[in-house]
Every structure is written in C-alpha cells, then in structure tokens.
C-alpha cells in the first residue's frame, strides 16, 4: 500500500518569512496530491492541491510543487502570518473516490 | 460550497454503552464518505470507506462489528461505536468526496468522543 512520509515534524518561522514543508510518496500509482490545515480542535480544511498532470499550482501565498520521477512533492507558504500557525497534512490517493494516505503532518508555528 | 457537518461535536457515554456519530455532506452529494480516527499529536488514520447503498470496507485492524458504519442515502453516513470502552476515546472525523464532480475530500469538524 502506499506510504506518505512527511517533514519537518515541526517548523518554527518568523512572520513574514517562507515556509516549506516536504513529502515522499511510495505508490507510482498515486495521482492526487492535496495539503490540509487542521487548527486545534477542528476538522482538517483542504488549503490546496495537486495533480500529477501538472508541477506546480499557486493560489496566493501558497503554492505546491510536485516531481512524479522522484515521488515528492511540496508546499510553500510565503509571507507567513501568525493565523497560518496551525498542522499541516500533505496526503496522496489514486484519484476520485479513493481512500487518502496522510502524512505525519507538520506542526507549523510563525512567530509574530 | 462542499460543507461537511458531524453531529455530535463531543459526547461522554460510560463504558459498555454505544454511540452514534452522524456525518452529513450539506451542499452536495457525496457516493463515497470516509471515516478516521486521530489521536493526540498524530496524523488521521482511515477506518472505513463508505458507500451509498453497500456495505462499508473496513481497514485492517478495525473491529467492522463494532464500528458499525451505515451509509443510507448520498448526503448521510453514520458511524455507530458499540459497547464503547476507555480506549475507545478518540477524535472521529468524516470526509465525503464528491466523486462526480473532482478527486477532492471535504471533512466535518470531528467528534470528541470521551469513553469513561
């Protein structure tokens, strides 16, 4: 089955600067590729995400990348605010309907 | 859009006692919805598989007789713990994906279950 490693485990920023978190992935099968952010308490909520017919997607102060060869892809937060401090969950699936495997997830903290 | 609620948000039930947990997709239809459980500080790992009208696939490891899951109509799915016991105690989260339209999941609040 498939296996998502994620890191950091946790990352420290100060305000205003970039964030970058990275993932690996095992099942070549695997085409979709979204990032959560789960805050305390709360369900996790979809930020972004990426399918593997393309590198790259933006949206904003966020972007994540993804290189199929290698089986990796990543998240890039920049000019961060203290709301981003949160968990992050990169995940991988082979597409509509299927199961998500997680990450470890990211403990991101930005420091006003 | 792609609104996922969860009800109740939190319950406490005693040892022994079974609970029900609902998991609603609001403004869409939803063939497949999925159940996780998470842990304090760890990453969510799948239950179950839910699909409308059948039976739902139960992960390895995951008693299918005591976390009944029901999936009776494109909207509603239930995940029922019986005879819950301390280590039952967990956050329990739904996603429903809408297979027609995108490969995207949605997921509810999650439900803090205490087991005492």
């Known amino acids: 089955g498939e296996n998502v490693e994620q890191h950091p485990s946790t990352l420290s920023v100060q305000e205003g600067d970039s964030a970058v978190i990275k993932c690996t992935y095992s099942d070549s099968a695997s085409n979709y590729f979204p990032w959560y952010k789960q805050e305390l308490g709360k369900g996790p909520q979809l930020i972004i995400d990426?399918?593997?017919?393309?590198g790259e997607k933006k949206d904003q102060r966020i972007a994540v990348t993804l290189n199929k060869t290698a089986k990796h892809f990543s998240l890039h937060i920049t000019e961060t605010q203290p709301e981003d401090s949160a968990v992050y969950f990169c995940?991988?699936?082979?597409?509509?309907?299927?199961?998500?495997?997680f990450g470890g997830g990211t403990r991101l903290m930005v420091k006003p | 859009g792609a609104v996922v609620s969860q009800h109740p948000s939190r319950v406490i039930c005693k040892s022994g006692t079974s609970v029900k947990i609902e998991c609603r997709s609001l403004?869409?239809?939803?063939?497949?919805m999925f159940w996780y459980r998470q842990f304090p500080k760890q990453s969510l790992m799948l239950m179950a598989t839910?699909?409308?009208?059948?039976?739902?696939?139960?992960e390895q490891g995951v008693e299918k007789d005591k976390f009944l899951i029901n999936h009776a109509s494109l909207t509603l799915s239930t995940l029922t713990v019986t005879s819950a016991h301390p280590e039952d105690s967990s956050f329990y989260i739904c996603?429903?994906?809408?297979?027609?339209?995108?490969?995207?999941?949605?997921f509810g609040p999650g439900t803090r279950l205490t087991v005492t």
């Open positions: 839910s699909n409308e009208g059948s039976k739902a696939t139960y």
């Open positions: 403004d869409f239809q939803a063939t497949t």
């Open positions: 990426i399918r593997s017919n393309v």
């Open positions: 996603s429903a994906a809408r297979t027609s339209v995108g490969y995207e999941q949605y």
């Open positions: 995940a991988a699936s082979r597409g509509a309907g299927n199961m998500l495997t």
